[in-house]
């Protein structure tokens, strides 16, 4: 019901500087430098650990961690509060988070892309979460969710009419991977097509006949599309559809050129099964009933007595 690479973008900018923060702070207290254990005698007592020099400014650690905690380190209390009074609630009402809810919780994260290799390194880049940090950060997710509906419940009935209602969100996505050559008139589109005929690589006769500069160097790869792509002419993704795995279809008529259409992969991206597909709409109803997250937090830091510093 959510859109994961939208959801996640979101929060980017956040958690890129609660990880920058919480790694140096981390690593400053926990494991101290080189230069923290085995001073430098030419060093002068209590002299900084310089980072960076420029010309003759100097940046020292304490001034990265003065300027992060003043920016950030709000957030990341905030955060490392949020996650402490949900684990003690959790523990309190018996909730617990297994191994494989995080695994599957990840795994529906995963769609939308290409592969999971392609999931984590994005996570990384954009985020800043390594695999472990990743798994960390869904499982207090998971366990946050889990706390604010622990005493909703949500009718079979319900759960049904809601599948029902939405098919559109639980069908089998359809994922063509196509290669196109367009051309300036039909005439050229048969050259090309009598090339090919002979053998020659589809990818070689776009990079030397293609008219279309965004994709004639790749060879007219336009990736992985869903068969439903608005941004594809019509005339090109019916032809697709048309074509088996590897087949070249002929050629099709788009705003006065002719583009030849080669589907090279096409995938299939199987929901989840029934089962998990009805627990998943029950916890998202769920969660539509509960009270706001930020509002069941405020709950729980009163429950359990948190206090945090005013100037902070």
Do not use: C
């Amino acid at each position: 019901m959510r859109n994961i690479k939208v959801l996640w973008g979101m929060i980017a900018v956040l958690l890129v500087a609660v990880v920058i923060l919480s790694s140096v702070l981390m690593a400053h207290s926990l494991y101290p430098s080189p230069t923290d254990k085995y001073p430098d005698p030419q060093k002068q007592d209590g002299e900084a650990q310089i980072l960076a020099t420029i010309g003759e400014k100097k940046i020292t650690l304490t001034e990265l961690e003065t300027q992060l905690l003043a920016a950030h380190g709000r957030e990341l209390l905030d955060r490392m509060v949020d996650r402490e009074v949900v684990r003690l609630e959790a523990k309190a009402l018996g909730i617990d988070i297994g191994d494989n809810e995080v695994q599957q919780e990840l795994k529906r994260m995963n769609q939308g892309y290409e592969s999971e290799q392609e999931f984590l390194e994005t996570m990384k880049n954009q985020l800043g979460l390594t695999p472990d940090a990743l798994k960390e950060d869904v499982y207090h997710k998971l366990l946050a969710d889990k706390v604010a509906i622990h005493n909703i419940r949500i009718a079979d009935e319900d759960v049904q009419a809601y599948i029902t209602a939405h098919p559109e969100e639980f069908q089998t996505r359809v994922e063509l991977r196509i290669q196109q050559i367009v051309t300036a008139s039909r005439e050229q589109a048969q050259r090309a097509l009598n090339e090919l005929s002979k053998g020659a690589d589809f990818a070689q006769v776009a990079k030397e006949r293609s008219l279309d500069d965004a994709t004639r160097d790749s060879g007219g790869d336009l990736g992985w599309l869903e068969e439903d792509d608005p941004f594809v002419p019509a005339p090109v993704m019916k032809s697709a559809k048309r074509l088996k795995q590897g087949e070249v279809g002929k050629p099709v008529e788009v705003d006065g050129k002719y583009v030849i259409v080669k589907l090279r992969e096409r995938k299939e991206t199987s929901k989840e099964e029934p089962a998990a597909v009805r627990e998943r709409v029950r916890k998202d109803l769920a969660l539509r009933e509960a009270p706001p997250m930020k509002e069941m937090l405020h709950t729980l830091r009163n429950k359990w007595n948190v206090s945090v510093q005013a100037n902070f």
